[in-house]
């Protein structure tokens, strides 16, 4: 089992460590591209570059907030930031892509490539915090010994109401007499009193009377 953890965790680390360069490249193609399309769009050289980091930069904190939220309540909040953030990145790419790219591509083909990293960055970084996650947790383990407890109960529980000593029967009987006037149902009884449904109905069941076997000799005075 140690060997099959060590090989597993160096996957995961490998794995992860080529997502964060492939998410780092990501985002330097998408940064220079948004810093560029900000400084022609009439923001100052020396600070379109802070365009892109809150276009990009909201699409990684969105995408750690959904899996640290996954399933929980709020979690729709980070999922419309994520959704908002990847489509004005893409948007904001391929429309830099159609104005500064060569006359000579077909503008289609040039927003299409310029929408690449924006995309890349968004699935590399929800695969770094999957990954990351899944190195913290530690790989599930047979517990065959815990669960012994749990499988004895049930004979435990016959053992017990099979014992004479636990409770006398006609205690029991009258505990069960006076929860029954009380309103308590059969298997509400029994759970109470620790016996079976069927032990209760008994006790509640009147004796069937035998009808009378007359001779048809009598005796004669």
């Avoid at 999922?79 to 104005?99: E, K, M, T």
């Avoid at 990351?132 to 529980?157: D, G, I, K, M, V």
């Amino acid at each position: 089992m140690s060997v099959q953890r060590a090989a597993w965790g160096w996957a995961v680390v490998t794995a992860a460590t080529g997502t964060v360069l492939i998410g780092i490249g990501a985002f330097w193609l998408s940064f220079m591209a948004l810093a560029d399309l900000a400084a022609r769009s009439g923001i100052a050289p020396g600070q379109a570059w802070i365009w892109p980091l809150l276009v990009d930069g909201l699409i990684v904190v969105s995408t750690i907030a959904v899996v640290a939220l996954d399933g929980r309540r709020g979690a729709w909040y980070p999922w419309a930031l994520l959704i908002c953030g990847a489509l004005v990145s893409v948007a904001a790419n391929a429309l830099h892509a159609i104005v500064a790219a060569d006359a000579s591509v077909p503008a289609m083909l040039a927003a299409t490539v310029a929408a690449v990293p924006p995309l890349v960055l968004l699935a590399s970084t929800h695969l770094t915090v999957v990954l990351t996650r899944s190195t913290a947790a530690p790989l599930s383990t047979p517990q065959a010994p815990s669960e012994l407890p749990a499988a004895t109960e049930p004979l435990a529980a016959i053992e017990s109401e099979a014992a004479p000593d636990a409770e006398p029967v006609l205690g029991r009987r009258d505990r069960a007499a006076r929860l029954r006037e009380a309103g308590w149902s059969n298997k509400s009884i029994a759970d109470e009193l620790g016996v079976h449904a069927s032990t209760v109905g008994r006790w509640f069941t009147p004796p069937v009377e035998e009808p009378e076997i007359t001779t048809e000799m009598e005796t004669t005075s």
